[in-house]
């Protein structure tokens, strides 16, 4: 066996381990999209609301829960598929599995936080106590996106501890704050971590 078959079959064996310890599909672009559509979702709460609800959720009625129930699906959905059509064109450019066991293995690990998450929101919303809602969601958030680092690397890390963070404050400050929070999580904390993958290619 000469040296190029050598070198050959060690990066194969590298990149074999690599794909089974570490999780690498997600492109700066799927954090930059979810970081745009959590910004806008965010702001498009403040329109619905207006000022005069979000300082007293007591006025917050059944249409305006039914309006934010509608915005934030339709945030969800557009990001979750944006991002999955992302996945697989990183996935095919690094010659890789889009849904590799690894990926399947983080998401199912995720499932209770997400029902916990689900469950929450759901009673929140019925008792009226919406503006506890964005810190279930950062909270929620925080904690699968800091499991996620045993998979994929510090950054995770470090983004899951901003999570929690923001989430710790929007539990105790008022529903305005709070709003402030969700759009500096979702929208600010994800567009930054997008713009480090695009100038760090090595955290892809």
Known sequence: MGYKELERDLKFIKKTMEASTRYKNVPASG??????????????????????????????????????????????????????????????????????????????????????????TIALGFSRDCHLIPAVWLLCYGVMTFSFSYYTGIDHAIQGIAFLILGAVAAFTPPIVALIMLGAGFGGVHIIFGIYRLLRPAAK
């Open 31 to 120: 954090y930059l999209v979810a970081g745009i559509m959590g910004a806008a979702g965010a702001v498009l709460t403040w329109f619905i609301l207006g000022a005069e609800k979000l300082a007293d959720f007591a006025k917050v009625d059944n249409v305006d829960v039914k309006n934010l129930a509608t915005l934030w699906a339709v945030v969800l959905v557009v990001t979750l598929g944006c991002v999955k059509i992302l996945i697989k064109l990183n996935a095919k450019k690094l010659g890789l599995s889009s849904w590799s066991s690894l990926g399947v293995r983080m998401i199912l690990a995720q499932v209770p936080v997400i029902i916990a998450a689900g469950v929450l």
